[in-house]
């Protein structure tokens, strides 16, 4: 029986096509031809205000903790259910990250207990968009409107993922992405800083070319460049742009399958989540589905491992996802003490299925028939 990989990074054909190109131009450091021309995909696809390659999500976080101007003793508020990075960027500012549960219904964060966490410290709430599935923006934008807060979307995997119509990362005052050979479009690693807010589209370009007005120079707005800012380098070579245009120009075709598989998983496991063994992702009804993972919530932490060790022994790799960040080795002690309950719930039993774009049909039969025979022996 042949092993089904958690994933499988996917290749068009044409990325070596274009780094071949990228490297006949003899231009391969940052915002070459082919850092353009994802941005222009970018703008117009998205309708994004401004977007900036960046060398990673991770990055393209640290850029927005720099923007706000992040001070020892901020306060940010995000969701305890996340990676580090989404956390980390603000940390390196000095911030305190002040930890909210995510919601019943999903690993996003719990807007309705949001505001009981906001003080005079507070500078910004981080959403993060679980599975590519939107957090409710419109609770979330009115909240920061409100408290006068700044609104991050850490949209990693949320790429051609849409609120009411609107797609995600265009909501807060920056977004980030990734293009993370794990998430749907890739470049080995790779991301991008989206600024919906036009004050910060200057200094998000200073920034990231390490405190220089070297993106000024170029335009030929100024006629030297110059030490302005701090910063640091966080643009990507172009060699990484070119393999990423063409990922981009497969966006489509890609979430089309992508959207298959994950029709296929649910409408497989439906039956397993109507007798109440496992909960399946809920999407509500503001939010589309990007397709970017599927998961299932077991009911305790024993079932969700030894389901996870059943998938292993007939050769298909299912893994578990974040652990609680408020009990991590590094911050359990800078935490308030409050109980996260359903963020431990999500680090206890979800577990993540195989996902990738050349995830066969047969597969994924074969996939969801062990996870029901495990549940139904
Ligand atoms: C993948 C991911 C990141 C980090 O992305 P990189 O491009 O690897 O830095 C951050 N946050 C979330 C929610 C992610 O899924």
């Given at each position: 029986m042949n092993k089904i990989d958690f994933n499988k990074p996917y290749f068009t054909g044409k990325e070596t096509d274009y780094i071949r190109d990228a490297v006949l131009n003899l231009k391969i450091s940052g915002d070459g031809v082919y850092s353009k021309k994802c941005h222009v995909f970018f703008e117009n696809k998205f309708r994004f205000k401004k977007v900036l390659l960046t060398t990673s999500c991770t990055d393209a976080l640290e850029m927005a903790a720099i923007l706000l101007d992040i001070q020892p003793g901020d306060e940010v508020i995000a969701p305890?259910?996340?990676?580090?990075s989404t956390v980390n960027a603000f940390i390196l500012r000095g911030a305190k990250i002040v930890f909210a549960d995510s919601s019943d219904e999903s690993p996003n964060i719990d807007v309705k207990n949001i505001e009981k966490l906001i003080t005079e410290k507070t500078k910004a709430i981080i959403a993060v968009h679980y599975a590519g599935i939107a957090c409710d923006m419109d609770a979330l934008v009115r909240i920061c409107d409100e408290k006068n807060l700044f609104l991050i979307e850490?949209?990693?995997?949320?790429?051609?993922s849409f609120y009411n119509e609107k797609p995600l990362g265009s909501f807060g005052h920056l977004a980030a992405f990734s293009f993370h050979e794990t998430k749907n479009i890739i470049s080995g690693e790779g991301g991008m800083l989206v600024i919906n807010?036009?004050?910060?589209i200057a200094r998000a370009e200073i920034i990231r070319e390490k405190g220089t007005n070297r993106s000024a120079f170029f335009r030929g707005e100024v006629d030297k460049y110059n030490w302005v800012d701090i910063g640091s380098s966080f643009l990507p070579s172009d060699l990484i742009a070119a393999f990423l245009y063409a990922q981009l120009e497969k966006l489509d075709e890609i979430q089309n399958r992508r959207k298959e598989i994950w029709n296929i998983y649910y409408n497989n496991l439906l039956p397993l989540a109507n007798s109440g063994m496992v909960k399946l992702p809920h999407i509500p009804s503001y939010a589309t589905n990007n397709a970017h993972m599927f998961f299932l919530v077991c009911r305790t932490l024993e079932e969700r491992s030894a389901l996870i060790q059943h998938l292993k022994d007939q050769h298909i790799q299912a893994v578990f996802h974040y652990l609680s960040l408020h009990k991590s080795n590094y911050y359990q002690d800078k935490h308030d003490g409050r109980e996260l309950p359903w963020c431990d719930h999500y680090s206890d039993c979800l577990v993540r299925l195989p996902f990738y774009y050349e995830l066969s049909d047969e597969d994924l039969v074969r996939i969801t028939t062990a996870i029901n025979s495990f549940f139904t022996k």
């Open positions: 305890s259910y996340t990676f580090v850490d949209a990693a995997q949320a790429i051609d807010d036009e004050r910060f």
